[in-house]
C-alpha cells in the first residue's frame, strides 16, 4: 500500500527537535492520572514485544495502561532485543502459546519497531494465536528500511555477532540458513483472519515510514519520534479507538 493510498488518522503536526519532542511524548503519560481511557480489553491477553536494542521495560507503561482496560498483558521475555531472527521467533512462540492456552482466547501482539517485525513473522507461522497485530513504527516488509543514523547499531551489533559474541545477529543472518525460514514468513501472504494495525509517523527519525505500510495492513498515521510512539498520549488516544 503507497502513502497516497493509506487512509492515516490520528495525526496532529508538531514541529519541535527530537530530544525536545521526546521528552514531551514522555512526560505526556507520565502521571498515570491524566492517562487517556484506554480500549476495551474484556480480558483479552497481550504480547508486548520489545524494539531493537531495546527490553520490556520500554514497553511497561503501555502495558499498564492497557491493563486498566481489562487486558491481560504479557512480556516477551528480551532482555535486549539483538539476537538473530529465528530463535527470537521460535522463543515467542513458545511464550505465545503458552499465553493463549491460559487465556483460551486469541493473543493481542503488539510490537515497536523490529518487535513488530517480529509480530508479523509470528501471526503468518502461527495465525491461531493472533487476534490482532499492532505494530510501532515497525519495517514490516525490510527490517533494514532505516535512516543512516541507525546503521551505527546494526552494524555495531553485526559485527559482535559475526565475530561470536552470543545474543547478537550476525551477518549470515541477512543472507544465511539460520534465519531462512523467518525472513520467508516475513514476506509470506499475511493471514486473513488476523486483524493487522501499523502505526508509523512521517517524522520517525529510525525507521523510513514508507516501510511501515505493509499492503495487508490498515495504515494509521501519528506524528511522534520513533522511540516517544509507545508512549505518547495522542497516540495512545488514537490505539483506544482502533483496538
Known amino acids: 500500500m503507497t502513502a497516497s493510498r493509506a487512509a492515516p488518522r490520528g495525526a496532529v503536526p508538531r514541529r519541535?527537535?527530537?530530544?525536545?519532542?521526546?521528552a514531551i511524548e514522555w512526560l505526556s503519560t507520565a502521571d498515570r492520572a491524566r492517562w487517556p481511557e484506554p480500549p476495551e480489553g474484556d480480558g483479552r491477553p497481550a504480547l508486548l514485544i520489545p524494539g531493537f536494542l531495546a527490553n520490556d521495560g520500554t514497553l511497561s507503561r503501555m502495558a499498564g495502561w492497557l491493563r486498566t482496560g481489562d487486558f491481560r498483558?504479557?512480556?516477551?521475555?528480551?532482555?535486549?532485543?539483538?539476537?538473530?531472527?529465528?530463535?527470537?521467533?521460535?522463543?515467542?512462540?513458545?511464550?505465545?502459546?503458552?499465553?493463549?492456552?491460559?487465556?483460551?482466547?486469541?493473543?493481542?501482539?503488539?510490537?515497536?519497531?523490529?518487535?513488530?517485525?517480529?509480530?508479523?513473522?509470528?501471526?503468518?507461522r502461527r495465525p491461531e494465536l493472533v487476534e490482532t497485530l499492532l505494530t510501532l513504527g515497525s519495517p514490516a516488509r525490510d527490517p533494514l528500511a532505516v535512516h543512516k543514523g541507525a546503521?551505527?547499531?546494526?552494524?555495531?551489533?553485526?559485527?559482535?555477532?559475526?565475530?561470536?559474541?552470543?545474543?547478537?545477529?550476525?551477518?549470515?543472518?541477512?543472507?544465511g540458513y539460520c534465519c531462512a525460514r523467518s525472513r520467508a514468513e516475513l514476506l509470506d501472504e499475511f493471514p486473513s483472519e488476523v486483524r493487522y494495525l501499523a502505526v508509523y509517523s512521517r517524522s520517525d527519525e529510525i525507521v523510513k515510514w514508507e516501510a511501515c505500510l505493509d499492503p495487508a495492513a490498515e495504515p494509521i498515521e501519528v506524528d511522534t519520534t520513533h522511540i516517544g510512539m509507545g508512549l505518547d498520549a495522542e497516540v495512545w488516544r488514537t490505539l483506544a479507538t482502533a483496538l
Open 16 to 22: 519541535r527537535g527530537g530530544r525536545t519532542r521526546f
Open 73 to 124: 498483558t504479557y512480556r516477551s521475555g528480551i532482555l535486549l532485543n539483538t539476537a538473530c531472527m529465528e530463535p527470537l521467533i521460535e522463543s515467542l512462540e513458545r511464550r505465545l502459546a503458552s499465553v493463549v492456552e491460559r487465556s483460551g482466547r486469541r493473543a493481542v501482539v503488539v510490537g515497536q519497531s523490529r518487535g513488530g517485525t517480529l509480530g508479523r513473522v509470528l501471526a503468518v
Open 151 to 175: 546503521w551505527v547499531g546494526i552494524g555495531a551489533v553485526g559485527l559482535l555477532g559475526t565475530l561470536g559474541v552470543p545474543g547478537c545477529f550476525s551477518i549470515s543472518c541477512r543472507t
